[in-house]
């Protein structure tokens, strides 16, 4: 599920990135997505 979620936003990152509409949003949520991931790395190491 979070591995759906951070490809979603980078996919929505990069489309922001070529058409600059939203751009700054997309980085807040990439950067949330980003401490996500690690927040969960970091409790759950495998």
């Known amino acids: 599920m979070i ?3 951070i ?3 980078i996919l929505l990152w990069i ?3 070529i058409t600059k509409v939203a751009g ?3 980085h807040l949520l ?3 997505a980003l ?3 690690i ?3 970091l409790r759950n190491p495998k």
């Open 35 to 37: 401490v996500v991931l």
């Open 30 to 32: 990439l950067i949330a």
């Open 24 to 26: 700054g949003l997309i």
């Open 15 to 17: 489309i922001g990135l």
């Open 39 to 41: 927040f969960r790395m």
């Open 7 to 9: 490809g979603i936003l």
């Open 3 to 5: 591995w759906t979620i």
